[in-house]
């Protein structure tokens, strides 16, 4: 192989995976891409906290929903457990991204 890593198919993709994809298509340094690719996330997560939504047209929108509390189990005893009401992040694609994930060439980015 003379270093393609674009045919070769892989289970998931990494934080570091999509640093190397960034530095490698701006032409930029592995530490700059990460700057880039950590400040993203963490502006994410900065906005999901502070309770906004954000939305990115053709890729789709990142919010929280609220889960109510309710009675559980421990799954070692058995015995009941009190979950409290919390958050969870939620990701719904845009139309745009599952039509370019079920395209048939699956390389149209």
Do not use: C, W
Not at 89 to 104: C, G, I, M, R, T
């Amino acid at each position: 192989m003379t270093g393609q890593t674009h045919n070769v198919k892989r289970e998931s993709m990494t934080k570091a995976d999509l640093i190397e994809e960034v530095a490698k298509v701006i032409d930029m340094t592995r530490k700059d891409a990460e700057v880039i690719v950590e400040s993203i996330f963490e502006g994410i997560v900065r906005s999901l906290r502070d309770g906004d939504k954000i939305e990115i047209r053709g890729f789709g929108s990142f919010r929280t929903r609220q889960r109510q509390s309710r009675i559980g189990r421990n799954p070692k005893t058995g015995a009941r457990v009190d979950v409290p009401p919390k958050r969870i992040p939620y990701f719904k694609p845009s139309k745009d991204l599952k039509d370019l994930v079920n395209a048939a060439g699956g390389d149209q980015l």
